[in-house]
């Protein structure tokens, strides 16, 4: 189970992911800092925080899109990572069938123009079977309806068949029956001994489907079970942290500065 504080919690043998005093930014500035602790296997985690809290930061330093300023962070060996970033019109806007965006989830097996085997057109299919796409295989993306074009994204992360699973807001403008089948699918995963980390901000979403929850604000806030760490306190603490944050500061100076009564 992810805790904050390395020095308390007794170290896993072989987590997902560790996490060591890691500080990520932009040009020399933190935007997330002081992060230790654990990402547990087969977890299902929650990344939660304030509009510019550093969650999007923290998902891009775990693929290697950024090098730690601080501090490090390791993922075990034998994990292979699939991640699904925020919806982007480049997605709807990409020549291409849906079939076609489902396999580039096969790349890193047949490469970028590798031909596909029969066993590679099976698992696309299977993987629109499971998304609710049956049929849609030859549609062009830009036929596709938002919460389409999601299950489409989730389908190329399916194939990729990775043990730790990045989902970066994936629930953004989709409907209510579509967020409920992701969340099965979602769920489906971590049954399956995978690890999975989304970042979430319908916090109600976060409660009822979240075990686990990581709330941000430039820095952890809190980590563990997420009944303990949605709490309005935590919530509050977040928000007065993420709203005294300085961008300007040097990296990892002391530019957070909380009230009297209300230090981390
Ligand atoms: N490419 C970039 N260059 C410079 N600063 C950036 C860049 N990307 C993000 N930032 C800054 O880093 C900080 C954290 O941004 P990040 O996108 O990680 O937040 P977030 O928690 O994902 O926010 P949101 O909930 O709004 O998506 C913000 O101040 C943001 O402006």
Redesign the pocket.
């Known amino acids: 189970m992810p805790r904050t504080s390395p020095k308390t919690q007794p170290r896993s043998a072989d987590p997902a992911i560790r996490f060591d005093d890691l500080t990520l930014g932009?040009?020399g500035h933190a935007?997330i800092h002081h992060l230790s602790g654990e990402l547990g296997r087969g977890t299902l985690t929650a990344l939660v925080?304030p509009?510019?809290?550093?969650?999007?930061?923290l998902i891009k330093g775990i693929i290697g899109l950024l090098k730690p300023l601080g501090g490090s962070f390791t993922v075990s060996m034998d994990q292979t990572v699939a991640y699904l970033p925020q919806h982007s019109e480049l997605d709807r806007s990409f020549p291409a069938r849906v079939k076609d965006l489902v396999a580039l989830g096969l790349w890193q097996r047949c490469g970028l123009l590798g031909r596909h085997q029969p066993e590679d057109r099976k698992k696309v299919s299977g993987a629109l079977t499971a998304v609710g796409l049956d049929g849609f295989g030859d549609r062009p993306l830009d036929t596709l309806s938002g919460g389409q074009l999601q299950r489409a994204r989730f389908a190329r992360v399916l194939v990729q068949d990775a043990n730790l699973i990045l989902l970066d807001?994936p629930f953004n403008a989709v409907d209510e029956k579509t967020i409920r089948d992701l969340i099965a699918l979602i769920q489906g995963w971590r049954a399956e001994g995978r690890t999975v980390v989304t970042?979430v901000?319908d916090l109600d979403l976060v409660r009822s489907s979240f075990p686990e929850a990581l709330l941000l604000a430039r820095r952890p806030i809190a980590w563990g079970p997420t009944a303990e760490t949605v709490t309005p306190k935590n919530m509050q603490r977040a928000r007065l942290f993420q709203e005294a944050w300085d961008?300007d500061a040097p990296w990892c100076a002391p530019a957070i500065r909380v009230r009297p009564g209300r230090a981390a």
């Open positions: 932009y040009d935007a925080g509009n510019g809290s550093g969650k999007s930061t807001e970042v901000h961008d």
